[in-house]
């Protein structure tokens, strides 16, 4: 047995941060194990450094040029799409980021709330079966949909109870009452809330109202004659944020994380512009546009209309940390442990025995120094890289 241990380890379990201790690595099996049989393995000192589960992205269109959805017609999308949708299937990758699967952000959308989509591409659901639009379904974990289009209702029961596919609800214009139909019939989560959707208002609270949702489960203690009164709620949904500053303002990005901090999720919604230079670029198959990129905003040419973002998980850790004044740890959950709890991945996303040895090495600001897959470095931070802000 080839064990390793990373001594003097601060982890990030559940919110907390952990009064520092050591964290045993099968190295062979890639495994987080408990104490070692034998006194003879391998040590490496983290010096109280912050260790975290490696941070998954939920939901990434691109990066350094690349757009995972672009194509070169319009006639050739769904030919396109049966070549792509397979080669998203879960897998592994030697010293790299594991492939979890594919989230598809539609094409059962709401075209007023298009955002930067290609509404011509949009489909209904009782128009279009979806097996003739994804085709085979393994490759896919994750669809968002319009709640509030005809037929959304069936396509969300079948994929959610039938296909164990996650559903999320956005880019809709759905009310509080269809947000909350579609989570009883097996929705699990809200996509960006507050992007692409209407916007919270005190009598018509919309899809965003439901990130407040009590559970059935909180009104156990009732009484029979008020749980026959009350309106039998379903599991608070998980919520998405972009807390890149640009998509939401930074009190709106507190608001949607104190609501419910154990169900709120970091992602990027990253696009093909992120890691390239600022500066007017070409558009691509879903943005028939140029694309104005200044910092981690990004735009349609002339217009307003948020593309995307640039922001990598880790900054949007920091900035939750900045702007809602919740500890590192508490941010760091909300892109590791909540995203495994929503998704139901069970082999790793959390710092514990059993789990897949796959850490990100912190410093005390949040900036990533160190990136471990299954028990081995694969990349370290040089001396003179920026990253550690603050540190």
């Known amino acids: 047995m080839n064990i390793l241990a990373l001594t003097n380890a601060r982890v990030c379990h559940h919110g907390a941060l952990l009064s520092p201790q050591s964290v045993f690595v099968n190295t062979s099996t890639g495994l987080i194990v408990s104490h070692p049989p034998t006194p003879d393995f391998e040590t490496?000192?983290?010096?109280?450094?912050?260790?975290?589960?490696?941070?998954?992205?939920?939901?990434?269109?691109?990066?350094?040029?690349?757009?995972?959805?672009?194509?070169s017609s319009d006639h050739g999308y769904l030919k396109n799409l049966e070549k792509i949708l397979p080669l998203l299937k879960p897998r592994s990758?030697?010293?790299?980021?594991?492939?979890?699967?594919?989230?598809?952000?539609?094409?059962?959308?709401?075209?007023?709330?298009?955002?930067?989509?290609?509404?011509?591409?949009?489909?209904?659901?009782?128009?279009?079966?979806?097996?003739?639009?994804?085709?085979?379904?393994?490759?896919?974990?994750?669809?968002t949909i319009a709640p509030e289009l005809p037929g959304s209702t069936d396509l969300i029961a079948d994929l959610a109870q039938s296909r164990n596919i996650r559903v999320s609800l956005g880019h809709s214009a759905a009310t509080y009452s269809i947000g909350h139909a579609a989570l009883n019939s097996g929705a699990t989560c809200l996509t960006h809330v507050f992007n692409a959707m209407d916007p919270l208002h005190h009598r018509s609270p919309g899809l965003a109202g439901l990130i407040a949702l009590p559970s059935s489960s909180s009104s156990e203690e009732a009484n029979e004659d008020e749980k026959a009164k009350a309106i039998v709620n379903p599991e608070t949904p998980y919520y998405s944020i972009i807390a890149d500053g640009i998509h939401l303002h930074p009190s709106t990005l507190t608001l949607a994380f104190r609501s419910n901090p154990q169900k709120c999720i970091l992602i990027t919604d990253s696009v093909e512009l992120a890691g390239l230079p600022d500066g007017l670029h070409q558009g691509n198959a879903q943005v028939p546009h140029q694309q104005r990129k200044l910092g981690n905003r990004v735009t349609i040419e002339g217009?307003?209309?948020?593309?995307?973002?640039?922001?990598?998980?880790?900054?949007?850790?920091?900035?939750?940390?900045?702007?809602?004044?919740?500890?590192?740890?508490?941010?760091?959950?909300?892109?590791?442990e909540n995203v495994s709890g929503m998704m139901g991945v069970r082999d790793r996303g959390v710092v514990e025995v059993g789990r897949r040895a796959d850490f990100v090495v912190l410093g005390k600001w949040g900036g990533v120094e160190e990136t471990w897959v299954a028990g081995r470095r694969v990349w370290r931070m040089k001396d003179d890289d920026e990253g550690t802000i603050g540190d």
Request: with cysteine; aromatic share 8%.
């Open 93 to 143: 990758f030697d010293g790299g980021a594991t492939l979890l699967g594919a989230h598809c952000e539609g094409p059962f959308l709401n075209p007023s709330k298009k955002g930067a989509h290609n509404a011509s591409l949009m489909q209904i659901p009782s128009q279009s079966a979806h097996s003739d639009i994804y085709g085979t379904t393994s490759s896919i974990e994750l669809v």
């Open 44 to 71: 490496f000192d983290l010096h109280n450094r912050i260790l975290a589960p490696a941070f998954p992205e939920l939901q990434t269109n691109g990066c350094v040029g690349v757009h995972f959805t672009n194509y």
């Open 303 to 336: 217009t307003e209309t948020l593309i995307g973002s640039c922001c990598g998980i880790d900054e949007c850790v920091r900035n939750l940390v900045r702007w809602s004044g919740c500890s590192l740890a508490e941010g760091v959950r909300c892109a590791t």
